[in-house]
């Protein structure tokens, strides 16, 4: 489109206070653009300010300088066919500074208020209406992964909001382990008493929905497409999976294979029965394929695998639905051993309600006399939970107590089970009928093949590493999404779960999926950028193949084609900019986005070449979490570096490191990029990106280093958005080494 500019300043709010309207007005004229003030451009005057002036001059790029751009969203909305910039003057530079104690201008806060002017008109320049991808086609059907108690609720779920389901279950039976359980914690008030699985009524309710459809003894071979167009194979249950398939032997392998001196790598391979050979069309998939027990046979000193009554939580759980429970049983709820107070691999609060409940059976069977004795660690008992478990204290035949189980032995026609360091101060030796051992939930993904996707980053999520196998990609801000866009994960798979817990996850995954499919509809991104209609565009023309684009992409946007140049998947994209960043010719871009657009923006950045008192450090801000933290921190009125400057990217992953070259070679003093924390607690919104611009920002060093200068004028500062007190000080500390080491020497050039 052929764009009309208008700039709008907004005076209200503190920001005509502190600095002079007329100047900022001029800059803008500079910068080619006519400016208006008004009062409260955010109240119902200043819209229709706005609008009359749209309407009357044809403006459709509109800047607006007032108020951060993550606030009064939809008041500075005007229509999908306009182009709205936001140039932060309140949080950023009217609320982190003051007039001069004579009452005249701040000079240094004049000139950041002239600078976020100049750099919202550049990026209204550089910015083009983005224009959604539409699939040709998009099936709406949600495929279903599992038929236990969160496949079924997430079935169920998607079909009463009107979908289309298919539910595969590799077993011969819809329920998966609740069909064991004899009851399910308590799920109302007082929170007392069991109650008795609902598993058996959700089948039936499944069954005979006419939206879904059941294929048990069924597996997902492979997933291949994107969302809204996923096209799933399926295969019989305990079939060899695709990747199985017979590996490469040479012909100088198959002569030594013939004479018996190499092993066939094939041997025993059975190719797997397609159900559906050209596969079936998706639009999302609920990963809902549950957990397994953890292995508890390492710990030799409890006897699971060599005493013949020492068995896990699950098995005891059948015991206890098929017949009487012994009457004396020992819970054992950590390995124990010496100088051990860890839990048992992937122990929980489920592991310690599953002992609770089952402790109750004990009792339960054997009124007269059961004993149940739950030796533990750590008791982990939360919400409404810790009802229940103040009710089984006070039970008779519950003996609780903190210990180290040291050693389990038969014991005549029992066990005998040693415990010491208890809180009685007292070593105990235990003379019981079982053992029950709280082993732990390990989720399926954990093996890394539940998911058999096709896609060039590998069949299994990456880097299962930090979430010890769980399937999620950022637990606190995104439940229920993985990192491959559409797959939606639920229950023991993404985090161990008690029943109800299970069907509220389940839930929560249905309208993921929901979401994702109607997203994808309507050529949009899904969470966190939700809504976002731009995509990645890329010139192919110059692009090198050097596969930077696909191998960091953190959620698989990117395969390859038949030729190894990248083969983007939109609908997959979640709009990071990552492959923006890693893009070394920097043919990567979106339409409101750019390496233009930010490496102009820090260009048109004024810095002084005559005085040493007016350094310039641009500063890198993430949107995720570091710039909301600058908001909140101006929000508090902190006062905050005037030598900075702060331009948000959508990620540190999008970092391209151009524009680190662009602020030095214009004269830049600094260099600092604020982003999310990253490793083993990670806070990023796309995985990786801090992580990734910390690696990128380590070469840019050596860089600096060949030319002069110094590589510490580049840094990386990770931080949460709950810093908002913290950041100023960290800025300052990063300014004030800056300062020590003195100007850019290349400035003025």
């Avoid at 300043?9 to 100047?23: A, K, Q, R």
């Avoid at 997933?223 to 199985?244: M, R, Y």
């Avoid at 540190?652 to 830049?668: F, P």
């Avoid at 060949?706 to 840094?715: D, V, W």
Wanted: aromatic share 8%.
């Amino acid at each position: 489109m052929k764009k009309v500019y208008g700039a709008y300043l907004c005076t209200g709010c503190g920001i005509g206070d502190v600095l002079d309207v007329e100047g900022l007005k001029d800059t803008a004229s500079e910068a080619g653009v006519d400016m208006k003030e008004h009062a409260c451009l955010c109240g119902a005057d200043g819209r229709s300010f706005i609008e009359k002036d749209m309407s009357e001059n044809g403006i459709n790029t509109v800047i607006v300088c007032a108020c951060s751009p993550r606030v009064m969203q939809e008041n500075f909305q005007f229509g999908e066919q306009t182009i709205t910039v936001r140039a932060n003057l309140r949080e950023q530079v009217a609320w982190i500074g003051e007039r001069k104690e004579d009452g005249s201008i701040d000079d240094f806060l004049q000139e950041m208020g002239t600078d976020y002017v100049r750099m919202g008109i550049v990026r209204a320049k550089k910015a083009e209406l983005p224009v959604p991808y539409q699939l040709e086609t998009i099936n709406k059907k949600i495929l279903v992964m599992g038929g236990g108690l969160a496949g079924l609720t997430a079935a169920k779920e998607a079909a009463k909001a009107g979908y289309e389901v298919t539910l595969v279950e590799k077993e011969a039976q819809l329920g998966g382990k609740a069909l064991g359980w004899r009851k399910m914690f308590p799920t109302a008030y007082p929170y007392a008493e069991l109650e008795a699985p609902t598993i058996e009524q959700l089948i039936a309710e499944v069954q005979a929905d006419s939206r879904i459809t059941v294929k048990t003894e069924t597996e997902v071979a492979r997933i291949a497409g994107s969302p809204g167009q996923f096209n799933v194979t399926l295969k019989d249950a305990g079939h060899a999976t695709e990747w199985d398939a017979p590996a490469r032997v040479t012909v100088e392998e198959q002569d030594l294979i013939a004479k018996g001196e190499m092993e066939d790598p094939n041997k025993g391979f059975k190719k797997y029965t397609v159900l559906n050979p050209d596969g079936e069309t998706f639009g999302a998939v609920v990963l809902a394929t549950g957990w397994k027990p953890a292995d508890v046979s390492q710990y030799e000193h409890l006897g699971h695998g060599s005493l013949t009554n020492v068995v896990t939580n699950a098995e005891f759980e059948k015991l206890a639905k098929n017949g009487k429970v012994p009457a004396r049983v020992a819970f054992v709820q950590s390995p124990g051993g010496k100088d051990n107070d860890q839990d048992f691999p992937y122990c929980n609060s489920v592991t310690s309600m599953v002992t609770l409940k089952q402790a109750n059976y004990v009792i339960e069977d054997n009124p007269v006399d059961g004993q149940a004795y739950i030796l533990y660690q750590h008791m982990r008992t939360p919400g409404n939970a810790e009802l229940f478990y103040k009710g089984m204290q006070a039970k008779d035949g519950v003996f609780m107590t903190k210990g180290s189980v040291t050693k389990v032995a038969a014991a005549g026609s029992g066990l005998a089970v040693t415990v010491e360091d208890t809180l009685l101060g007292d070593d105990l030796q235990i003379e019981v009928d079982m053992v029950v051992l709280a082993a732990g939930m390990v989720p399926t993904t954990a093996s890394q093949a539940v998911i058999n996707l096709a896609y060039r980053q590998g069949p299994a999520f990456m880097d299962l590493n930090l979430f010890d196998g769980y399937a999620d990609s950022h637990f606190i801000c995104f439940p229920y999404e993985t990192r491959r866009t559409g797959v939606y994960a639920c229950g023991g798979v993404r985090k161990a779960e008690t029943m109800e817990e299970t069907m509220d996850d389940a839930t929560g995954a249905a309208l993921k999926a929901i979401q994702c499919i109607e997203s994808a509809n309507r050529g949009v991104a899904v969470h966190p950028r939700s809504g976002d209609q731009t995509y990645p565009d890329f010139f192919f023309s110059r692009c090198t193949q050097c596969k930077r684009c696909t191998e960091e992409c953190p959620f698989g946007a990117l395969d390859d084609d038949e030729k190894g140049t990248p083969l983007p998947n939109p609908t997959r994209c979640r709009r990071c900019g990552t492959c923006m960043g890693a893009c070394p010719e920097r043919i990567i871009n979106f339409a409101d986005y750019s390496i233009d657009m930010i490496g102009s923006m820090v260009k048109s950045i004024e810095v002084p070449d005559d005085d040493e008192d007016k350094l310039r450090v641009i500063v890198f801000v993430c949107e995720n979490d570091a710039y909301p933290a600058l908001d909140m921190s101006g929000m508090h009125r902190n006062k905050m570096n005037k030598l900075v400057r702060f331009i948000p990217v959508r990620c540190l992953g999008s970092m391209n490191m151009v524009w680190i070259k662009d602020a030095m070679s214009s004269g830049m003093d600094g260099a600092l990029l604020l982003g999310c924390r990253y490793g083993d607690d990670y806070q990023c919104h796309f995985v990786r990106g801090s992580e990734i611009a910390t690696k990128r920002m380590e070469n840019i060093g050596e860089t600096l280093g060949s030319l002069g200068l110094e590589p510490e004028r580049c840094a990386v500062r990770e931080i949460a958005i709950s810093d908002y007190d913290k950041v100023p000080a960290i800025i300052d500390e990063f300014v004030e080494e800056i300062i020590e080491m003195g100007p850019n020497p290349f400035k003025g050039f």
